[in-house]
């Protein structure tokens, strides 16, 4: 039994985590031309790119999404048929990539979940969101305090189907699972106390 | 001599009094001030400068209240700006700066002060940025703020609702 909830929430963690750092937010489109994937802001210490074509952003770039914030050295962003069309667009993260966002999981408790690889990608044709290269993931789950954490080599991420897994070319995914401790037992003097009830 | 030569005599001794002494030179420019073998310098009110393809693929506008120009064909300098980059088939980009320094030669675009960039769905915020109208590049060399979504589709339908009341 405690082996299935294990593994319940930490499929709903990952799967949060995963669902923000592919840019899948939950927000639906305002309009024809709305991004599916609300306000977002990219800021760097330098831009060039080409009207339609593919944007670079580099040195101390960061992403400001609904439920994410991701930082990197390099950030290039091919979007779809027109500028604002990132839901079909791709776009390339190198060096340094930490991603790290808000998750209400399934039922009701809240994450915190950072990831971190040497590169990130997304692509909107596939639907698919991966990161590459030594990836490290932690989940807090703010309610209970317990803590999730996975090293692999690739974590990839199907937006359709919610899918996702952890790939590691060299040995098995390492998964780990803190429980917080517990609290103490109390004093002997207030046993009476409780048992008193 | 007669009172008529001195009557004729000192009229001619104070004109030409002014006139003696040494040769004087001329003060020399102010600094900044054009020299006389230097481009001439115009400035214009409430202009609009025009540079298009061509070919017919894009055509670019500025309009500013305040336009300086180094000759008749620019290169202009725009205080403040706002301009419209429209290249066939695509949606118009709109430009703001404090600045804008248009080229008509070399057919490129350098936007200083306060700068905004934005199409449909997307704000693009630099302190500089230059844009090459030939190629469509843009490049801004420090700190750049990209916005992207509803917000910026807001603010730019607005902007473009903005452009199209002008005359």
Avoid at chain 1, 37 to 60: D, L, M, P, R, V
Avoid at chain 1, 93 to 121: C, F, H, I, L, P
Avoid at chain 1, 172 to 190: D, F, G, M, N
Avoid at chain 2, 118 to 126: D, K, P
């Amino acid at each position: 039994m405690r082996a299935t909830v294990r593994r319940s929430l930490i499929a709903a963690v990952i799967v949060g985590c995963l669902a923000a750092a592919a840019g899948a937010g939950q927000q639906k489109p305002a309009g024809p031309n709305a991004t599916r994937f609300g306000n977002y802001t990219i800021e760097s210490q330098h831009f060039q790119g080409t009207i339609g074509g593919a944007w670079e952003f580099s040195k101390g770039v960061k992403v400001t999404g609904p439920s994410l914030t991701m930082t990197c050295d390099n950030l290039k962003v091919w979007p779809g048929k027109t500028s604002s069309d990132l839901e079909q667009g791709r776009a390339e993260a190198t060096g340094s990539v930490v991603v790290r966002g808000r998750y209400v999981a399934t039922d009701q408790t809240e994450w915190q979940v950072v990831g971190s690889a040497a590169t990130g990608t997304y692509d909107g044709t596939k639907g698919e969101g991966v990161l590459q290269g030594g990836v490290e993931f932690h989940g807090t789950n703010l309610t209970t305090g317990a803590v999730l954490s996975v090293d692999a080599d690739k974590l990839i991420y199907d937006v359709k189907s919610q899918q996702f897994r952890f790939e590691r070319s060299n040995g098995l995914v390492r998964v780990k699972w803190e429980e917080p401790e517990q609290p103490a037992k109390p004093a002997p003097e207030s046993a009476p106390q409780a048992g008193g009830k | 001599m007669s009172a008529l030569g001195w009557r004729l005599i000192l009229p001619a001794l104070l004109l030409l009094a002014p006139g003696c002494g040494p040769r004087r030179t001329a003060p020399p420019p102010e600094e900044g001030t054009p020299s006389v073998a230097a481009a001439p310098s115009l400035e214009f009110g409430g202009s609009v400068i025009r540079v298009s393809d061509p070919k017919g693929g894009w055509k670019f506008e500025a309009r500013s209240p305040r336009v300086k120009a180094a000759g008749v064909n620019g290169p202009y300098t725009l205080m403040p700006a706002d301009a419209t980059y429209q290249e066939e088939g695509k949606e118009p980009v709109l430009m703001h700066a404090e600045r804008a320094d248009v080229d008509r030669q070399t057919q490129r675009v350098a936007l200083a002060g306060s700068v905004q960039v934005a199409s449909n769905g997307w704000v693009l915020e630099a302190d500089h940025v230059t844009y090459d109208l030939k190629t469509g590049k843009v490049v801004s060399p420090g700190r750049t703020k990209l916005s992207l979504g509803r917000e910026a589709l807001k603010a730019y339908r607005g902007r473009v609702g903005e452009e199209g009341k002008r005359p």
